[in-house]
């Protein structure tokens, strides 16, 4: 009996470090999110791992740090009236971004360290959380990818393909990490074999991804602007001028119109799918308490995301760079929404897989 207790109290122990750590990292993209909204993800121009951790602390070191800043191409092409008081507000949120992303780090070590002292973490869990790390660190190699393709030529702002694999890549690290923490928390017997639904999970996940790579490059063409209006774009239901680049793939990655006409066509989709997904779950008789709080999430959130993405067009007219207004908070509500909803469609996947593995008590 006290041995059951002991494993209990481990698998706890283990399943809150990680989802702290899924706290963390959704807390960490909202950060993100600000970064971008206020124009600030370029103004620290190199990647100092570990002296950059502290700010600057003194005026000196704040006009070194500016002066490299007025060499980027985003000062001399967008911000050249940028005081000092203005850099350092931007420097802010970046800096803060790449601090919390520190903080991740040292969560995850020291949490890892004190678990394996402490022989919470089983033999079993060692790999998957190893992968974990080294899914964190090529992380936050692809954010230094992504604010490099900034720092050249005439770009005043980060890639926006480069931008939309930093913000997928971290989602499928999200989703990862809250797997593994469902994997010890969530007993077998509370899982319920459902395959036809498993397999309407999955579906609904990938296009969601999709879907989501398609909000990042809105986001980095800022294409909201592109198209005001709703129900139609510009007056048009199918607009013209989608296929105007060459060659036609092209404009998926880097036409607001075409990807404006796509983000809005997958999140009809999505809605249209999830409300027949849902009706299928509630239909299902169980006895997991679980199951039954979990299926009612992703209706409520998908109906709440497409609220918030129209709310973002409508009131796109009103962006003010460098000032946070209407605009800047619905988009991060948006942002916020859509990764629940991926959470929520990651833990009803989770939910109705059968287990094949022994399951932690």
């Known amino acids: 009996m006290n041995t059951i207790s002991n494993e209990q109290r481990a698998n ?145 702002y980060v890639r926006p393909t480069k931008l939309a694999m930093h913000f997928i890549f971290a989602l499928a690290l999200i989703s990862y990490a809250f797997w593994q923490g469902l994997q010890i928390k969530v007993p077998a017997g509370k899982r319920i074999n459902l395959p036809g639904i498993h397999k309407w999970s999955w579906a609904l996940i990938i296009l969601l991804f999709v879907q989501l790579i398609f909000g990042a490059l809105m986001a980095g063409h800022k294409a909201a602007t592109a198209a005001p209006t709703w129900p139609t774009i510009n007056g048009s239901w199918v607009p013209a001028g989608m296929l105007k680049e060459e060659p036609v793939t092209l404009n998926f990655f880097e036409n607001k119109i075409t990807i404006h006409f796509v983000h809005r066509g997958l999140a009809y989709a999505l809605l249209i799918l999830i409300i027949i997904y849902s009706t299928k779950v509630f239909r299902i008789q169980s006895n997991s308490e679980i199951f039954t709080r979990a299926r009612r999430i992703p209706l409520i959130l998908v109906t709440l995301q497409v609220l918030l993405g129209i709310l973002s067009v409508l009131t796109s007219t009103g962006i003010i760079p460098s000032h946070w207004g209407t605009f800047e908070w619905l988009a991060q509500l948006h942002q916020i929404t859509g990764m629940l909803l991926l959470l929520s469609l990651v833990a009803m996947l989770f939910l109705t897989r059968q287990s094949f593995f022994k399951q932690p008590s």
């Open 12 to 156: 706890r122990a283990v399943s809150n470090w990680i989802f702290l750590g899924v706290i963390m990292l959704l807390v960490q993209v909202v950060l993100g999110g600000v970064t971008r909204l206020t124009g600030s993800g370029l103004s620290i121009t190199e990647w100092d791992v570990v002296t950059g951790a502290l700010p600057p602390l003194n005026e000196p070191q704040w006009l070194e740090k500016f002066a490299k800043y007025q060499q980027s191409p985003q000062y001399r092409l967008l911000n050249s009236d940028f005081t000092l008081s203005d850099f350092k507000f931007i420097f802010f949120w970046e800096w803060f971004h790449r601090l919390w992303a520190r903080l991740i780090a040292v969560a995850f070590v020291v949490g890892f360290v004190y678990l394996l002292a402490k022989k919470y973490i089983k033999k079993e869990m060692v790999k998957p959380l190893l992968t974990l790390f080294v899914f964190g660190a090529l992380q936050g190699a692809i954010g230094w990818i992504m604010v490099a393709s900034g720092l050249t030529g005439d770009a005043v």
